[in-house]
């Protein structure tokens, strides 16, 4: 079974330019996480998919962040136009269901210029 | 005072000791409680999950959870030097918020 993936691993930006993260959950989940981790920092909640809706999207810094999962499964995370303080790696997770352990990605690690 | 706190480390343990990891959390109303491990530029790995007060072994694992002091615990026997990572320490409080809220994580070295 494949696992949670990201791309691309690294992305290099200059600063008020787009940038789009894609995650794919492991195949069957219906719920996907998105989190960052700045550096030095813990690794901080973004927001939750399960299916194609947002259940809660409390940890999304500002409105330059917008996370789509449309047909409720890939989900792409994208930064417009991107700030300094958008650097860090962000990490997708799924899991199967609710109160289900949570599988994670390798992370997109994204360095703004 | 963070949600989830951890000793940052550097943990140093001789091959073959128990490594002991402990995190403490400040919402008392978390219910589920995880541990992942993470090697360098890789995902965090859950390792273990425990959901009520006690000792959850699994193998050379063994997590221990104490609600009452809101304080959870990893022990790691017989360490190898592939236990070398970050152990990362989460909490949820469920009833529909799943978010995992996370320390910082504590770098252990297994000292062969």
């Known amino acids: 079974e494949a696992g949670v993936t990201q791309f691309p691993s690294h992305s290099v930006i200059e600063k008020g330019q787009t940038v789009t993260l894609r995650c794919d959950p492991i195949s069957g989940h219906d719920n996907l996480y998105w989190y960052r981790r700045v550096m030095g920092k813990e690794i901080k909640f973004l927001l939750h998919f399960v299916k194609e809706s947002k259940q809660d999207e409390s940890g999304m810094p500002n409105n330059r962040f917008l996370a789509e999962r449309t047909g409720g499964t890939y989900s792409t995370l994208k930064v417009q136009p991107a700030e300094l303080e958008d650097s860090g790696v962000y990490f997708c997770?799924?899991?199967?269901?609710?109160?289900?352990?949570?599988?994670f990605g390798d992370g997109t690690r994204l360095s703004i210029l | 005072q963070k949600e989830v706190e951890q000793n940052s480390g550097p943990l140093s343990v001789p091959e073959g000791a128990i490594a002991s990891l402990n995190c403490t959390y400040s919402?008392?109303?978390?219910?589920?409680f995880f541990w992942y491990r993470q090697y360098s530029g890789k995902s965090p790995e859950l390792i273990m999950s425990?959901?009520?007060?006690g000792d959850k072994e699994d193998g050379r694992f063994t997590a221990q959870l104490n609600k009452a002091s809101q304080y959870v615990s990893l022990l790691i026997r017989d360490s190898q030097p592939s236990d070398s990572a970050t152990y990362l320490c989460?909490?949820?409080?469920?009833?529909?918020?799943?978010?995992?809220?996370f320390g910082t994580g504590t770098r252990l070295t297994i000292i062969p």
């Open positions: 425990i959901y009520s007060n």
């Open positions: 919402d008392r109303v978390s219910q589920s």
């Open positions: 997770a799924s899991s199967q269901g609710t109160n289900q352990p949570q599988h």
């Open positions: 989460a909490v949820n409080k469920n009833f529909g918020n799943e978010k995992l809220t």
